[in-house]
């Protein structure tokens, strides 16, 4: 009997320079740097370098770009319908060109977003960089150091993980020889989905629910003991802490206490310490470790984003990581084509004669 392997996992699909998930160990490895040794520090332009260079690309500028007529007059014509950013972004991206990639999904992320809010959009600038544009682009206001840090260090750290569905999806499409455009739009549509890309603004809200300290017992309990699951908890590749929230918890910490409201941290991290023994209390051995969510929302609405704006922005991170699997993946050049199991009605055998 043939052994089907639903979601394809534990199956291995490719070679990749790129990352290095291991779930056991809670280790996240980025083109050959641990997640947490570059991700502080680096700027986002660094990071992509990195993970260009290792799928063979060389030194490559990431700028961001201005936005073609085109381009700009799809975005308006989505806000008459009120379309979702990400939805917008999908769109948008098959008017680019591959010369456009990855420069111009901060542009029509703030731009969309500006024009959905009535407000003129803004051209990226030349004396700021990847982050730094984004968030004047959005805002039309020169961003405070210590925010840009905080999303660099963001961006830094979901820029690649591994074989996830919109980074599968996008393999796939650029295995078919399909243009990089096309593959980078499909992923789009991957990371839409929301049990890809739609949880940390879940993992907002249950803070915000609980609004005191003093209540975080109280809301928790309630919420497992009617076997909601607790946003932002547990993952399904990491079996101990994600990497990642430790890193975002460190970017949150100085960003509140730099340039934020030190009482929204305080509360989340009171949150996340009743969650955790609540969690070792009903589900012992479960190990459900805060994930890379919970402190994704908590940073990027210190950045001032709303929670539209939390997947686009991923995207705009993981854009450079898509890029660079469609580069390694047309390298081997094998198309992806997995076999499936027919379990439908058989023909009825021909009749005698």
Same mark, same amino acid.
């Given at each position: 009997?043939?052994?089907?392997?639903?979601?394809?996992?534990?199956?291995?699909?490719?070679?990749?320079?790129?990352?290095?998930?291991?779930?056991?160990?809670?280790?996240?490895?980025?083109?050959?740097?641990?997640?947490?040794?570059?991700?502080?520090?680096?700027?986002?332009?660094?990071?992509?370098?990195?993970?260009?260079?290792?799928?063979?690309?060389?030194?490559?500028?990431?700028?961001?770009?201005?936005?073609?007529?085109?381009?700009?007059?799809?975005?308006?014509?989505?806000?008459?319908?009120?379309?979702?950013?990400?939805?917008?972004?999908?769109?948008?991206?098959?008017?680019?060109?591959?010369?456009?990639?990855?420069?111009?999904?901060?542009?029509?992320?703030?731009?969309?977003?500006?024009?959905?809010?009535?407000?003129?959009?803004?051209?990226?600038r030349a004396d700021l960089g990847y982050a730094a544009n984004y968030l004047y682009m959005l805002t039309g206001i020169e961003p405070h150091?210590?925010?840009?840090?905080?999303?660099?260090?963001?961006?830094?750290?979901?820029?690649?993980?591994?074989?996830?569905?919109?980074?599968?999806?996008?393999?796939?499409?650029?295995?078919?020889?399909?243009?990089?455009?096309?593959?980078?739009?499909?992923?789009?549509?991957?990371?839409?989905?929301?049990?890809?890309?739609?949880?940390?603004?879940? +993992?907002? *809200? &249950?803070?915000?629910?609980?609004?005191?300290? @003093?209540?975080?017992?109280?809301? !928790? /309990?309630?919420?497992? =003991?009617?076997?909601?699951?607790?946003?932002?908890?547990?993952?399904?590749?990491?079996?101990?802490?994600?990497?990642?929230?430790?890193?975002?918890?460190?970017?949150?910490?100085?960003?509140?206490?730099? +340039?934020? *409201? &030190?009482?929204?941290?305080?509360?989340?991290? @009171?949150?996340?310490?009743?969650? !955790? /023994?609540?969690?070792? =209390?009903?589900?012992?051995?479960?190990?459900?470790?805060?994930?890379?969510?919970?402190?994704?929302?908590?940073?990027?609405?210190?950045?001032?984003?709303?929670?539209?704006?939390?997947?686009?922005?991923? +995207?705009?991170?993981?854009?450079?990581?898509?890029?660079?699997?469609?580069?390694?993946?047309?390298?081997?050049?094998?198309?992806?084509?997995?076999?499936?199991?027919?379990?439908?009605?058989?023909?009825?055998?021909?009749?005698?004669?």
């Amino acid at each position: 009997m043939t052994n089907v392997h639903n979601g394809l996992e534990g199956i291995v699909a490719a070679e990749t320079r790129l990352s290095m998930v291991d779930g056991e160990r809670g280790e996240l490895v980025i083109a050959g740097h641990r997640v947490e040794e570059l991700a502080p520090s680096a700027t986002f332009e660094e990071r992509a370098a990195l993970l260009f260079e290792a799928a063979g690309f060389g030194l490559r500028q990431l700028r961001c770009r201005f936005l073609s007529e085109a381009t700009l007059s799809l975005l308006k014509a989505a806000t008459q319908q009120s379309k979702e950013p990400m939805d917008a972004l999908r769109m948008a991206a098959g008017t680019l060109n591959e010369d456009d990639l990855p420069g111009a999904f901060p542009t029509i992320v703030a731009t969309y977003w500006r024009l959905l809010h009535g407000q003129e959009p803004l051209a990226p600038r030349a004396d700021l960089g990847y982050a730094a544009n984004y968030l004047y682009m959005l805002t039309g206001i020169e961003p405070h150091a210590e925010l840009v840090r905080g999303l660099e260090t963001y961006l830094n750290t979901v820029v690649d993980h591994g074989l996830n569905a919109s980074t599968f999806t996008a393999r796939v499409i650029a295995s078919t020889g399909s243009d990089l455009v096309s593959a980078i739009t499909g992923a789009i549509g991957a990371l839409k989905g929301p049990l890809h890309g739609g949880a940390p603004g879940p +993992a907002l *809200d &249950m803070v915000f629910e609980i609004g005191d300290a @003093s209540r975080a017992e109280e809301v !928790l /309990r309630r919420k497992i =003991e009617s076997g909601e699951r607790l946003m932002g908890f547990g993952h399904r590749v990491y079996k101990v802490r994600d990497p990642r929230a430790d890193v975002l918890a460190a970017a949150a910490e100085r960003m509140f206490t730099r +340039a934020g *409201d &030190m009482r929204l941290y305080d509360l989340a991290r @009171s949150v996340e310490q009743t969650a !955790l /023994r609540l969690l070792e =209390e009903y589900k012992p051995g479960r190990k459900l470790q805060t994930n890379v969510e919970f402190y994704t929302a908590l940073l990027l609405h210190g950045l001032g984003l709303e929670v539209p704006l939390f997947t686009p922005t991923f +995207a705009i991170s993981r854009v450079v990581g898509w890029i660079a699997h469609c580069a390694e993946q047309r390298r081997t050049g094998r198309i992806i084509r997995p076999q499936s199991v027919y379990i439908g009605a058989q023909p009825l055998e021909a009749a005698a004669v």
